[in-house]
Antibody
Framework: QVQLVQSGSELKKPGASVKVACKAS????????INWVRQAPGQGLEWMGW????????MYVQAFTGRFVFSLDLSVDTAYLQIDELKTDDTATYYC???????????WGQGTLVTVSS | SSELTQPPSVSVSPGQTASITCSGE??????AYWYQQKPGQAPVLVIY???ERPSGIPERFSGSSSGTEVTLTISGVQAQDEADYYC??????????FGGGTKLTVL
């Protein structure tokens, strides 16, 4: 069965970096995009962008350019979200979600809580 | 502010019908999607392409579309349907956007 399993919660200090992993299984990884979605505490869903798993090309929503990097390791069917120069406002749960084109975001990871605090 | 507008909350008694609306200019020519999110859990896709239901989603969940508004309807609401619901669509820049979310309370 299709699964996206994310790495565990992280506690970081401002200015540090974090790398969230999203490991896929149960399907052909390179056939579907991976999207990243942020949810701040008590807030709604915010699409950050996506990465083309076929060619590795990332696309970032404007609010997530500069400090945010999407990457892949095709040898282990895993997508990554790296956030550099962390700020307290980056405290949120980050989700990866499989993009199935017109079929929407049909499978989601369980979410990774990143807490940024001094 | 979101380009997709949802009511912040909807309340319904068990067994009744809940309707959650989502409005936005691009909905007239872009598909809409609906996600259910229960506390502490990841979102789950319940409707795609305006009206389609993924396998495993109960038949009581249905979607409809009219002009710049789409609606998620839950017939015969059950206590387990209490959750936040988000609509999603593409905006004029072909980026995905989510509505602000609607909290469904089952009285």
């Amino acid at each position: 069965q299709v699964q996206l399993v994310q790495s565990g919660s992280e506690l970081k200090k401002p200015g540090a970096s974090v790398k969230v992993a999203c490991k896929a299984s149960g399907y052909a990884f390179a056939y579907y995009a991976i999207n990243w979605v942020r949810q701040a505490p008590g807030q709604g869903l915010e699409w950050m962008g996506w990465i083309n798993t076929n060619n590795g090309s990332p696309m970032y929503v404007q609010a997530f350019t500069g400090r945010f990097v999407f990457s892949l390791d095709l040898s282990v069917d895993t997508a990554y979200l790296q956030i550099d120069e962390l700020k307290t406002d980056d405290t949120a749960t980050y989700y990866c979600a499989r993009g199935s084109g017109a079929a929407g975001f049909d499978f989601w990871g369980q979410g990774t809580l990143v807490t940024v605090s001094s | 502010s979101s380009e997709l507008t949802q009511p912040p909350s909807v309340s319904v008694s068990p067994g009744q019908t809940a309707s959650i609306t989502c409005s936005g200019e691009t909905l007239s020519d872009q598909y809409a999607y609906w996600y259910q999110q229960k506390p502490g859990q990841a979102p789950v896709l319940v409707i795609y392409k305006d009206i389609e239901r993924p396998s495993g989603i109960p038949e009581r969940f249905s979607g409809s579309s009219s002009g710049t508004e789409v609606t998620l309807t839950i017939s015969g609401v059950q206590a387990q349907d209490e959750a936040d619901y988000y609509c999603q669509s593409a905006n004029s820049s072909d980026n995905w956007v989510f509505g602000g979310g609607t909290k469904l309370t089952v009285l």
